[in-house]
């Protein structure tokens, strides 16, 4: 009799009941999810933290810019494709319009091998007609800016600053300025999307702006040059 209860005890102490393996179970869960957010938590903060730094270097170009063109009252920075220009024709048509008014010559049209048109972000199916307008505009916007800086020497060096992979092309678009053929570069934020260029006319410093992790301009994750 003392001895079938001495087994009892010992065959108890030797295992978990189905309870306590539950419950461990449930902690490890419980663990894992936090680790899990904890993780997506630390990325999107490198990822803000790597955007914010990206933009403050096409700041700061834009200042080497306005170092090197500024001779008096009537400086302007580039002025990009025009809102209503870009809306009311195919999207090419504004940018090729805004640099072919800032290089004053005839440019030759995108190449056949890619527009934005066809451009497509991740989820731009799911968007309305307004936010897609939106974010062809800030590529356009931001191919314009970085094609026309790359012509100065100091913004030229900045831009060798930015992240390996931000400055790509990745809708293979192309222009042809004095004879050479340029590939139009769009510079992107960590999530990889277009920033967005925005010049307001004299006296006003130009914006540089990032969609943020929603990749939707005017949404309270925006990174904006002006509040860094």
């Avoid at 072919?100 to 049209?109: G, H, K, M």
């Avoid at 527009?115 to 007609?129: G, P, R, S």
Wanted: charged residues 25%.
């Amino acid at each position: 009799m003392e001895k079938t209860a001495s087994m009892e005890v010992r065959k108890r102490q030797a295992g978990f009941t189905l309870v306590e393996i539950l419950v461990v179970v449930a902690i490890i869960i419980i663990l894992a999810t936090g680790m899990v957010k904890v993780a997506q938590t630390v990325r999107t903060r490198t990822q803000e933290k790597v955007t914010k730094g990206t933009i403050s270097i096409m700041v700061s170009a834009l200042g080497e810019y306005k170092n090197f063109h500024d001779r008096g009252s009537g400086f302007e920075f580039p002025v990009g494709p025009d809102v209503a220009d870009f809306i009311a024709n195919p999207p090419d048509v504004g940018l090729i319009d805004a640099l072919s008014e800032f290089f004053d010559e005839n440019l030759a049209p995108v190449s056949d091998d890619g527009d934005h048109d066809t451009y497509v972000w991740k989820d731009m199916d799911l968007l309305n007609a307004d936010q897609q307008d939106g974010r062809r505009l800030a590529l356009a916007s931001i191919e314009f800016l970085y094609c026309v800086m790359e012509d100065v020497p100091g913004c030229k060096a900045m831009l060798e600053k930015l992240p390996v992979d931000v400055a790509v092309n990745d809708d293979n678009d192309s222009v042809t300025i004095r004879g050479q053929a340029k590939p139009l570069l769009e510079v992107n934020d960590s999530w990889g999307h277009p920033l967005w260029y925005q010049y307001r006319g004299a006296g006003n410093f130009p914006v540089i702006a990032s969609a943020g992790p929603d990749g939707l301009f005017d949404t309270a994750d925006d990174i904006v040059s002006t509040e860094l």
